[in-house]
């Protein structure tokens, strides 16, 4: 059977994360769906990650296993014809190996947080941002980020209902960026590591934001990290304003 990666977008907002649920709409059940209008037998897709309910993507990945040999080109595009009205879009379609998978060969995940700083409300953004009032300390901010780098117990900073079965991962980037618009500030958040808790990615943002407004030192963000609690942890960000941006593999399944 010819397996397929797929590069898929879509907007978080309607769905209850990436995984299909029983009592609410997932966006893999949209893409099954979808598939199922094609080959009716077609079983179960696998994703490099679980987006939460709301977070976006604009670039996730997962495989597929057909029984009909697809052009990839022609596949995506009757994807996309089927996947119509949805928020949800393939971007690129491949042929790949049998050893490939979306989840355990992916070797990197990157994902992308936004917060706007203005006081109107946004209108274009909406539902695609956090949306803060004032503006904040970009500086204090990456200096709090950096006592995040490495390879560190995480506990803090993920959810009491994660599943993982370390809290231990390695943080290799978190990079803020700050880009002045007319009547407003973005921050953006480019953070990347192998894998991360439930919740980590927004833990982080929701207590750098702290920082940036002047409710935290940049120093309390190694206290909370050390303290290995999750009640020293500020508060979780909305997920409006996550992206789940690359999944890099070893050898990219795109070209």
Known sequence: MPRYALKIEYHGAPYVGWQRQ???LGVQQ????????????????????????????TAQVAHVDLTKDWDAFRLSEALNYHLKPNPVAI???????????????????RYLFRIIARRAPTVFDAGLVWQVNNPLDVNA?????????????????????CQAQSPIKT???????EIQLDGAIEYRFHVRARSFLHNQVRSFVGTLERV?????????VKIALDAADRAACGPVSPPQGLYLAEVGYPIPPFG
């Open 212 to 220: 940036g407004a002047g409710s935290w030192h940049p120093d309390d």
């Open 22 to 24: 029983k009592q609410h």
């Open 91 to 109: 971007t690129d379609c491949a042929l790949v190996d049998d050893e490939f998978h979306a989840r355990f060969s992916a070797i990197e995940r």
């Open 141 to 161: 901010m990456q200096q709090g980020a950096n006592h995040l780098l490495g390879q560190h117990d995480f506990t803090t900073f993920r959810s009491v209902m």
């Open 30 to 57: 949209v893409v099954e769906e979808a598939l199922q209008k094609l080959e009716s037998d077609c079983g179960t897709i696998y994703a490099a990650g679980r987006t939460d309910a709301g977070v976006h993507a």
């Open 171 to 177: 943080l290799d980037q978190l990079d803020i960026q």
